[in-house]
């Protein structure tokens, strides 16, 4: 059995929570994420929440994980100007998944990391009955390697989502100097 039938049954099986293993390295801690960051590309399995104003369209400036709480600190592009917001996601019983309240309910799992060069997250966004998936990119470094984009691009092609559905960011106005 090849390894996207593998993650499909085991998605039937375990709906779409099995599908989120966390960071592969064991010895990765929450804590390691926090700080700063650049947003390097977006994936969604909705393709109209990649738009420039859409409300899931976000640029992360840093982490800061807390005893019960992971903050995004981030910027929105709203007519143009760039909005800095922060988001808290509550911790759940399960490491590395959070929840979170924001265009209906999301659960944020927090995917590959790599503590000093690059993050992968994916939510999980539940609006009206509608379930769609955002996947992130950040890196410690506003361009981000070839390679850290590949993994991403792997991550999200495992994921079901479609290199059409990608974004690269750094392509774009990222609020760098708001
Ligand atoms: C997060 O925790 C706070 C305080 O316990 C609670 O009021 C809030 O509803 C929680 N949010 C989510 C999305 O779980
Ligand atoms: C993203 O855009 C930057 C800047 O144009 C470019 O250097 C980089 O190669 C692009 N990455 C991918 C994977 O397309």
């Not at 966390?22 to 977006?42: H, K, L, Y």
């Not at 959070?98 to 309910?105: I, Q, R, S």
């Not at 506003?142 to 559905?165: E, L, R, V």
């Amino acid at each position: 059995m090849n390894t996207p039938r593998l993650v499909l049954v085991l998605a039937l099986l375990g709906g779409p929570h099995a599908l989120h293993t966390g960071p592969r390295d064991p010895s990765i801690d929450e804590n390691m994420v926090n700080g700063d960051w650049f947003s390097i590309a977006q994936a969604s399995s909705e393709p109209k929440l990649l738009w420039k104003d859409s409300h899931m369209m976000f640029f992360v400036r840093k982490i800061h994980v807390s005893l019960k709480t992971i903050e995004f600190h981030l910027y929105r592009r709203i007519q143009g100007m760039c909005v800095p917001i922060i988001m808290m996601a509550n911790k759940t019983k399960k490491k590395f998944q959070y929840t979170l309240k924001y265009a209906g309910h999301n659960v944020i799992f927090l995917e590959e990391v790599d503590p000093s060069r690059f993050l992968i997250f994916c939510i999980h966004n539940h609006w009206h009955g509608k379930e769609t998936v955002v996947v992130n990119l950040l890196s410690r470094t506003p361009p981000a390697s070839w390679d850290i984009m590949q993994t991403f691009k792997n991550y999200c092609k495992s994921h079901g989502i479609s290199p059409a559905n990608i974004i690269n960011l750094t392509r774009t106005d990222r609020c760098l100097h708001a």
